[in-house]
């Protein structure tokens, strides 16, 4: 079964800092990858998305990911945090095939890392 | 722009009841979802569903579980008979494609979610 392993579960940064978030998947197949964050008070929203094609994603927000193949790693930077970036992150995969048929769009989560940027 | 909407927010309950979790996906989407997330653990996928049929489902999906869509645009998670350890922040998602390796393959969108408490 697939799963994906957020290194972090709490980050603490003050403002202008760089980010990295890692973020590693266990499938060895195709993949499709995923961030999400979550703000305080509102739902999950997309980051940004990796489907095929140039490894090197840029998201909303200024921030981009790296999906490096060979190391199942898909992880997640900025150059410089804002406070505004306080949220909780969620990396995410969904493996392309399953047993017997064709997946559906599940999604597995890891397990979350939290950012708080200090002002 | 179109959201994923949840209700109630909060629902609590005693354990032994049934509950309907609500969930209006976007108008124009076709597949759609219910993950949870039980506090301080990663958001887990249950089911997903299109063409008016459970697409895929997890272990966590047993026959306590069943999802609906009554109508042309509410989307339903009924638990029949809660346990505690059903407590949990239950998220809907929703996708325009939710074919994965298709190349027109969509992310998915989720709700604000709906917290369950069984007491």
């Known amino acids: 079964a697939q799963s994906v392993s957020q290194h972090n579960h709490h980050v603490i940064l003050s403002e202008a800092a760089s980010l990295e978030l890692g973020c590693n998947y266990s499938?060895?197949?195709?993949?499709?990858l995923f961030w999400y964050v979550q703000y305080p008070g509102q739902h999950l929203q997309l980051l940004l998305k990796y489907f095929s094609g140039d490894p090197l994603v840029k998201g909303i927000k200024g921030f981009e990911a790296e999906f490096i193949k060979s190391k199942f790693s898909f992880n997640l930077r900025k150059p410089s945090v804002q406070w505004s970036d306080t949220a909780e992150y969620f990396c995410?995969?969904?493996?392309?095939?399953?047993?017997?048929?064709?997946?559906?769009?599940?999604?597995?989560f890891g397990q979350g890392t939290i950012l708080t940027v200090h002002p | 722009e179109p959201e994923v909407t949840q209700t109630p927010s909060h629902q609590v309950t005693q354990m032994g009841q049934e509950v309907i979790l609500r969930c209006v996906p976007i108008?124009?989407?076709?597949?759609f979802y219910w993950y949870r997330q039980i506090l301080g653990q990663k958001v887990e996928f249950l089911v997903s569903f299109y063409n008016n049929e459970i697409s895929e489902k997890s272990e966590i999906f047993d026959d306590q579980f069943s999802v609906e869509r009554p109508d042309g645009s509410n989307f339903t998670l009924k638990i029949r008979s809660t346990k505690l350890e059903d407590s949990a922040m239950y998220f809907c998602?929703?996708?325009?494609?939710?074919?994965?390796?298709?190349?027109?393959?969509?992310?998915?969108?989720f709700g604000p979610g709906t917290r369950l408490t069984v007491l």
């Open positions: 995410a995969v969904n493996d392309q095939e399953v047993s017997g048929g064709t997946s559906y769009g599940k999604l597995t």
């Open positions: 499938y060895g197949g195709t993949v499709n």
């Open positions: 998602a929703s996708s325009l494609n939710g074919l994965a390796g298709a190349i027109s393959y969509n992310e998915q969108f």
């Open positions: 108008s124009n989407h076709l597949y």
